[in-house]
């Protein structure tokens, strides 16, 4: 697809996705900016929704056959960056520009959050009152649809710690695809079917996971209302790939509940530069920050460990001292998702 000077290679996410029209209509504005602003030259645009040597849809292919782009601008919107830095680096090789942009779910200078953008638009609404903790019947909660290799991991270590039945943990089916060197046991569902979420996200999309595809609600308010803690399962773990935040760290700021990071822990330090407020703090002598990629789990399990040693009154007065924190939290996101806005429609 050519778009005056700007060629843009690339597929999005499918037509009966919510955010299809919302990603089309990114992608367009983005085109028309890089038209503003660099009126004369060729420019090529790859969207990398799906876009790598993995996909069989041929847009790898034909990104590396594209000769003398002037620029080259990478874009990274509604999926974690797919490609290593090696290929990155080939594709650029094949190209040539002579300047080259990172746009989105890159670390630099062009990064954005495009998902926190399309929340306010689609998240379901809860009043304050459906929200907050009155009762604590589960520490923790750690909703895992797609089995990752850091999910299962963690998930092991909850259950070799005999901290599993102190919350609610979901673990979809596997396929082989994403679970690495873990060692599956098996998936924890709900039973929970597509039509329970129809408006929230499912798409239509096949049940492959035996957990349905809720990415605009809080899931079931029986758990969420009488939790205390949200253990995030994020895409993304490795600390060196470039940052991506999904709904899955939005809903506790949403939800109005305190959470811990499985996944990459750089977003914690990310969403303090932004203006929110992070709760690692509250579990003395735990580093949750500072740690690597191989002592993420040992610190989770600590903290649970730390919340089981406590009374469920204590518990719920540790959620009335962070209660300031999260209803700023909650306020603060719909202030961020502006200005995350106003920041992809005037990039450069």
């Given amino acids: 697809m050519i778009l005056n000077n700007v060629t843009v290679i690339g597929t999005t996410f499918q037509s009966n996705s919510q955010w299809h029209e ?4 990114l992608i367009n504005s983005i085109t028309q900016q890089i038209n503003q602003q660099w009126p004369i030259g060729q420019n090529l645009l790859i969207n990398t929704t799906w876009f790598g040597p993995q996909f069989d849809n041929d847009m790898y292919r034909k990104a590396r056959e594209f000769k003398s782009a002037d ?47 399309l929340l306010p638009k689609y998240f379901k609404y809860y009043s304050r009152d459906e929200l907050l903790l009155d009762r604590v019947e589960l520490l923790y909660v750690n909703y895992n649809r797609k089995p ?17 039945t102190h919350g609610v943990v979901t673990l979809g089916k596997s396929s082989g695809t994403y679970i690495g ?7 924890l569902l709900l039973g929970e079917e597509p039509e329970d979420y ?23 308010m029986m758990i969420w209302k009488n939790h205390f803690l949200t253990i995030v399962s994020e895409t993304e773990f490795l600390p060196w790939d470039n940052m991506f935040i999904t709904e899955k760290t939005w809903k506790p700021i949403l939800g109005l ?3 811990l990071l499985n996944g990459q822990t750089k977003i914690y330090n990310w969403l303090r530069s932004n203006g929110f407020r992070t709760f690692t703090h509250y579990f003395p002598n735990i580093e949750l920050e500072q740690v690597n990629e191989l002592e ?53």
């Fill in 198 to 220: 129809a408006q929230e996200g499912n798409w239509d999309m096949s049940m492959e996971f035996g957990i349905p595809h809720d990415i605009h609600s809080l899931g079931n």
């Fill in 296 to 348: 993420v789990h040992d610190s989770l399990v600590q903290a649970i460990q730390y919340l089981a040693q406590m009374s469920k009154q204590q518990v719920l007065q540790l959620y009335q001292d962070m209660l300031p924190d999260l209803l700023y939290n909650r306020e603060r996101f719909q202030v961020f998702a502006q200005h995350q806005q106003y920041k992809i429609e005037n990039l450069f």
């Fill in 71 to 117: 620029r080259l601008f990478f874009l990274s919107t509604v999926d974690p960056v797919m490609l290593t830095s090696d290929q990155i680096n080939d594709l650029v090789d094949c190209i040539s520009p002579q300047e080259t942009y990172y746009l989105g779910n890159f670390d630099g200078q062009y990064q954005f959050t495009f998902i926190a953008t």
């Fill in 148 to 164: 990752r290799e850091h999910r299962i991991n963690f998930i092991n270590q909850l259950v070799k710690a005999g901290l599993i």
């Fill in 181 to 187: 060197d873990a060692e599956y046991s098996g998936e």
């Fill in 257 to 259: 509940r305190p959470f």
């Fill in 22 to 25: 919302d990603e089309t209509a």
